[in-house]
């Protein structure tokens, strides 16, 4: 079965600390994992897509990085406003347009 | 930001009533999506739609019915809604599926008593 899991489920961090939150999946065959944030009450917003093992991509204080097992977000020095929930996804397999959700990683970052 | 609207934004309603939700893009993309979010169990795909009158099941659909008579408006209607529905439904949009990105609304926050 699709699964992706996402760890710690919470994670608390001062601010200027850096640390990153982890995404792991079972669906073979990859064919692109999303990294989305979502702040309370809110959408969730998307951060970036990585294709294949190996690609990075940046956007501030945020860098992801794919393995073929799994996914990291790094968040270097973080701020108090990038405390959020970070989601996860990836598609089914089989040219699906289905995403499979992990539970998120709710960070809190403290001044 | 993509444009994206929910409505209505929050809904109370009882056991047994009819509801119906509307998602609405200007984006004139062909994929339509709804999601249920809840705690401990992350988004989760209810129905999707690639193109009028296009749809499809998602994960969770038993209890949801969707309609989609033009591009721009994509409805989730529970015929006859249920405490096990309270949650919070999003609607998601993308240009051409497959591992396009997927965009999200605002949401709705629907309690069922």
């Known amino acids: 079965e699709d699964q992706v899991t996402q760890s710690p489920e919470a994670l608390r961090l001062q601010e200027g600390e850096s640390s990153s939150l982890n995404c792991s999946y079972t669906v073979s065959g990859l064919r692109g994992l999303f990294w989305y944030r979502q702040d309370p009450g809110k959408g969730p917003e998307f951060l970036f897509t990585?294709?294949?093992a190996g690609e990075e991509k940046e956007k501030e204080r945020l860098k992801a990085t794919l393995t073929k097992k799994e996914s990291f977000l790094h968040i270097t020095a973080p701020k108090p406003e990038d405390s959020a929930t970070y989601l996860c996804a990836v598609p089914l397999k089989g040219g699906s347009e289905k995403l499979v959700f992990g539970k998120g990683t709710k960070l809190t970052v403290n001044p | 930001d993509a444009g994206i609207t929910q409505s209505p934004r929050h809904k109370v309603t009882e056991t047994g009533t009819p509801v119906t939700l509307r998602c609405h893009q200007t984006?004139?993309?062909?994929?339509m999506y709804w999601y249920r979010q809840d705690p401990g169990h992350g988004l989760r795909l209810i129905h999707y739609?690639?193109?009028?009158?296009?749809?499809d099941k998602g994960e969770v659909s038993d209890g949801y019915s969707v309609s989609r008579s033009k591009t721009e408006d994509f409805l989730l209607t529970l015929e006859s809604a249920t405490s096990s529905q309270t949650s919070v439904y999003f609607c998601a949009i993308s240009d051409r599926g497959d591992t396009d990105t997927q965009y999200f609304g605002p949401g709705t926050r629907l309690t069922v008593l």
């Open positions: 984006e004139n993309h062909r994929y």
């Open positions: 990585l294709y294949s």
């Open positions: 739609s690639y193109g009028v009158k296009d749809t």
